[in-house]
């Protein structure tokens, strides 16, 4: 589904990500952790070609993008068009109702007819247990519940990959749970996922493999179970020692 080989990303002279390998299957929950300025989010926004890669392949479905040359346009549309981005703070549209947030992609984008856009929207805004909300505002929903509008508005898009960049730290520790839980029942469904994330929980729940990333390098990798109680690297230790 999703094949990186040897990614760089340079921010002038700051190298963040320095020759990234990484394979993640259809159907698969992949979490990447790791120290803060790692190269996490910065690895998530090229996989959607949100930061343009300084070097290396991707992959996605059949369609690769070689950044040694100059991308084409259409291939850039491809991945944006086919990794649905949940952020870390919601982004939603602060003058549309949750219905209208979910629907915008589909209409705009897809070119899809309202009414066909509105009932996709209703039955992912039911999905993520907001049945209730249509006619609400970002500012009448609590920060859990913007971000399960987020997540609705992610899939409207009906992308092969779903890319989660820290979806709950901007969430007051109570409402974690519910975010988490519509992830879960994601993963759960089959839908492929790469997850950027500070809890370790969900990464035991629900990852088929976690990546330890460091510096710009992935460190160690790993199923869950292996990762996270006999970890093989000494900086992979360290760290989870510091979270534990």
Known sequence: MISIKGLYKKFGDLEVLKGIDLEVNKGEVVVVIGPSG?????????????????????????????????VAKKEIDY????????FQNYN????????????????IVKKEAKDVARKKAENLLNKVGLGDKFDFYPFQLSGGQQQRVGIARALALEPKVMLFDEPTSALDPELVGEVLQVMKDLANEGMTMVVVTHEMRF???????????????????????????N??????????????
């Open 38 to 70: 790692s190269g996490k989010t910065t690895l998530l926004r090229c996989l959607n070609i949100l930061e343009v890669p300084t070097a290396g392949t991707i992959t996605l479905d059949g369609h690769e993008a070689d950044f040694s040359k100059r």
């Open 79 to 86: 991945f944006r068009s086919e990794t649905g981005m949940v």
């Open 92 to 107: 939603l549209f602060p003058h549309k109702t949750a219905l209208e947030n979910v629907m915008e992609g589909p209409v």
């Open 203 to 229: 990464a035991q729940d629900a990852a088929d493999e976690v990546i330890f990333i460091d510096n710009g390098k992935v460190v160690e990798r790993n199923k869950p179970s292996e990762l996270f109680t």
């Open 231 to 244: 970890p093989k690297e000494e900086r992979t230790r360290q760290f989870l020692n510091l979270i534990s």
